[in-house]
């Protein structure tokens, strides 16, 4: 499950959610945003609370941990 389409949902997802409020975005927002089908959203994401967890596990992925930023590079 981890396509590129996949990827741009999420990325697309989580700039929306930061800019207008989880609540104030439809499925139909990030589908109109990325020019894909219903269709295609929910081959890649079973629905929007899954998509929420997916934007927050690649942010929390993605975000250094305070422990890793006093280590040497």
């Not at 219903?38 to 081959?43: A, D, E, L, N, V």
């Amino acid at each position: 499950m981890d396509s590129l389409v996949r990827s741009n949902i999420i990325k697309v997802a989580e700039s929306l959610f930061v800019k207008y409020g989880i609540k104030s975005i439809k499925v139909d927002d990030i589908c109109n945003e990325l020019h894909i089908s219903k269709k295609t959203f929910y081959t890649e994401s079973e629905n929007k609370e899954a998509l929420i967890e997916a934007v927050y596990t690649s942010l929390s992925e993605n975000t250094p941990r305070s422990s890793d930023m006093n280590q040497p590079p």
